[in-house]
């Protein structure tokens, strides 16, 4: 891939005035909250892509979430820790990269940074979910004992906030008792 190529590439996928190329191997993209870089290594061969999602701090309770979004689901995108941030990075040697790469790569690289960490988080809360189904069934508690259980926690400020409306608690209780039920019947 040529220099200009990159360049004709980003102008097409954004809009013009939110591209700009600070240096010869450097094009920065700004727009709506999102921060997109895109520089080539110091000898050129490189190209690699990249924005900033969160902080490490608040990425850090999913980092075993991350590490297995990289194995099993992000593609050609990658999530990585650097500079006390959390970023979505692509990078791939400029000779055998197309257009079609690049344009595919971005936009697996904006759709991570789209969900932040809503995807991990929700596997969190699944996994923490089966925890508590398993726990629950070795005891021999049954679903309606379990979200009693829950319920309580709740309401003594062990599970979410005290200071919290009623309707957010009910909203928050439905929630819980909704993925109780799926997950229930599929956890031995």
Same mark, same amino acid.
């Given at each position: 891939?040529?220099?200009?190529?990159?360049?004709?590439?980003? %102008?097409?996928?954004?809009?013009?005035? /939110?591209?700009?190329?600070?240096? $010869?191997?450097?094009?920065?993209?700004?727009?709506?909250?999102?921060?997109?870089?895109?520089?080539?290594?110091?000898?050129?061969? !490189?190209?690699?892509?990249?924005?900033?999602?969160?902080?490490?701090?608040?990425?850090? $309770?999913?980092?075993?979430?991350?590490?297995?979004?990289?194995?099993?689901? %992000?593609?050609?995108?990658?999530?990585?820790?650097?500079?006390?941030?959390? !970023?979505?990075?692509?990078?791939? $040697?400029?000779?055998?990269?197309?257009?079609?790469?690049?344009?595919?790569?971005?936009?697996?690289?904006?759709?991570?940074?789209?969900?932040?960490?809503?995807?991990?988080?929700?596997?969190?809360?699944? %996994?923490?979910?089966?925890?508590?189904?398993?726990?629950?069934?070795?005891?021999?508690? /049954?679903?309606?004992?379990?979200?009693?259980?829950?319920?309580?926690?709740?309401?003594?400020?062990?599970?979410?906030?005290?200071?919290? /409306?009623? #309707?957010?608690?009910?909203?928050?209780?439905?929630?819980?008792?909704?993925?109780?039920?799926?997950? !229930?019947? #599929? %956890?031995?």
């Amino acid at each position: 891939m040529q220099i200009n190529e990159i360049t004709e590439v980003l %102008t097409r996928l954004f809009e013009a005035d /939110s591209v700009s190329q600070p240096g $010869p191997d450097t094009w920065k993209i700004e727009r709506e909250g999102l921060r997109l870089f895109v520089i080539l290594s110091a000898d050129g061969s !490189w190209l690699r892509a990249f924005a900033p999602v969160v902080t490490a701090e608040a990425a850090a $309770p999913y980092a075993e979430f991350l590490l297995q979004a990289n194995f099993e689901r %992000t593609q050609q995108v990658r999530y990585a820790f650097d500079q006390g941030l959390l !970023w979505v990075i692509f990078h791939h $040697p400029r000779e055998s990269l197309t257009i079609d790469d690049l344009q595919l790569a971005i936009a697996q690289l904006l759709a991570l940074w789209e969900v932040k960490l809503d995807d991990v988080f929700g596997q969190l809360i699944d %996994t923490r979910i089966r925890q508590i189904v398993q726990a629950s069934k070795q005891r021999g508690q /049954s679903l309606t004992e379990t979200m009693q259980t829950l319920t309580r926690f709740y309401e003594e400020g062990m599970m979410g906030s005290l200071d919290r /409306s009623p #309707e957010e608690k009910k909203q928050f209780l439905v929630a819980w008792e909704q993925q109780l039920n799926r997950i !229930w019947v #599929e %956890t031995e």
